[in-house]
């Protein structure tokens, strides 16, 4: 079946340095990739989103990276600061539908 | 800008009780989803409705029904609750269907069944 491999599950880093997470699909029909960042009590945010016809997308301190010939796009966060500690989602449509299947999540803590 | 809006927040359960989750949107989207989160499995899709009048299952259904009451409200029934739904569960929102639209999430209803 269709599926979404996210990795590590746990990341700790100092502040100020980088943060990456992985994630890999399964479906070549996947055309959009976002990420979710939950914090403790709350619901998913939407924190960035790449589309298939880009390589690369950023948004301050965040960026996004898609390589679709090996079905896995990345999450970096650069100059990371105690506010970014939450859990990292990815996600990817299914079967080329607007269901997501969602990556396990990552527990990022930037410790200061 | 209230987004998306769950009720109630907390609901312990006992086995076999009924229970309905309330979700509206106030963004004018169209779809609506609800998933349930549980340690360690991510984020699964119970239900969903494209558009008003229309739902249909996703990937953990069992259990679950759904009423698409209107536009803006999506609610999702619990008929006879077991232990095994004891979860945190997440309404959501898109624009409009397709796979490259964003989901927008309420803070979720934490649910304990005893």
């Known amino acids: 079946g269709e599926n979404v491999e996210q990795h590590p599950s746990t990341l700790s880093v100092q502040e100020g340095d980088s943060a990456v997470i992985k994630c890999t699909y399964s479906?070549?029909?996947?055309?959009?990739f976002p990420w979710y960042k939950q914090e403790l009590g709350k619901g998913p945010q939407l924190i960035i989103d790449i589309r298939s016809n880009v390589g690369e997308k950023k948004d301050q301190r965040i960026a996004v990276t898609l390589n679709k010939t090996a079905k896995h796009f990345s999450l970096h966060i650069t100059e990371t600061q105690p506010e970014d500690s939450a859990v990292y989602f990815c996600a990817a449509p299914y079967g080329g539908t607007y269901k997501y299947i969602f990556g396990t999540g990552t527990r990022l803590k930037v410790l200061a | 800008n209230a987004g998306v809006t769950q009720t109630p927040k907390f609901q312990v359960l006992k086995t076999g009780q009924s229970m309905t989750l309330q979700c509206a949107q106030d963004?004018?989207?169209?779809?609506m989803y609800w998933y349930r989160q549980d340690p360690g499995m991510g984020l699964r899709l119970i239900y969903y409705s494209a558009s008003e009048g229309t739902t249909d299952k996703g990937e953990v259904p069992n259990g679950y029904n759904v009423s698409r009451l209107n536009k803006r409200e999506f609610s999702l029934r619990l008929e006879s609750a077991a232990p095994s739904q004891t979860s945190v569960y997440f309404c959501?929102?898109?624009?409009?269907?397709?796979?490259?639209?964003?989901?927008?999430f309420g803070d979720g209803t934490r649910l304990s069944i005893l």
């Open positions: 959501a929102s898109s624009e409009r269907t397709g796979g490259n639209q964003p989901q927008h």
């Open positions: 963004m004018n989207h169209n779809s």
């Open positions: 479906d070549s029909a996947s055309n959009y």
